[in-house]
């Protein structure tokens, strides 16, 4: 019997496995990580977004639009909407025509923003907006003429995308001083934990 039970866990991983390999070779659909999907359940109720905001010299819009692009646009969840295909949900990146009539509304001006207060009202608002799944599940609203001699760059994302953590690795990424050195670590969730998320998962989204 139990026996019986492991070589059916052990086939479940070994097909979910092969299957999501097909699925980005065939779909360039990446899956999302269990603990990842959890956040679009109920997602009217939750929006799951996450805010950060960073202070820079002063920018010029466009060749900071093109700087931000250039590191983000050869990367695959960077440029990939939300789908649901066979229960699941995935990161299916976009193709060359549909990236380039997207990619214009991620980066997105801001202006009339000069002082900390309306600022963070600002992003207070931003936390409480849902985007779409047909484009990539981040922006960047940029506000070059914040004060004299300074810009600000905020990122807002959903929780699908990537983590808190993540979101600072992402600015390390984009300003060129990425070292997972010096990102604190987390505790590694056990093989248990995820396969009994993987199991229940088509469940859940069935029912919601």
Known sequence: ??????????????????????????????????????????????LSNIVSCCFTETFELDSMKKYIHSKTSNLHKCRSKLSKKFG????????EAEWL????????????IHDEAALSDYMCQLANIRDPFDNVQ???FLIPDYQPGK????????????DG?????FLLMLSGNYDSSALPALK?????????????????????
């Open 1 to 46: 019997m139990v026996g019986g039970i492991a070589l059916g866990i052990l086939a479940y991983v070994l097909i979910m496995s092969l299957f999501k390999q097909i699925m980005y070779l065939t779909c360039r659909c990446e899956s999302l990580g269990p603990f990842d999907a959890v956040f679009l359940l109920d997602d009217r109720k939750n």
């Open 88 to 95: 699941l949900w995935w990161f299916q990146e976009m193709d």
């Open 101 to 112: 009539a997207k990619k214009d509304e991620v980066i997105v001006l801001k202006e009339g």
């Open 138 to 140: 981040y922006k960047f």
């Open 151 to 162: 810009s600000v760059a905020i990122l807002k994302g959903h929780h699908s995308f990537t």
């Open 165 to 169: 953590l993540g979101y600072g690795a």
């Open 188 to 208: 590694p969730v056990s093989f248990g934990k995820q396969l009994c998320i993987w199991i229940l998962l088509p469940f859940l989204f069935i029912k919601s």
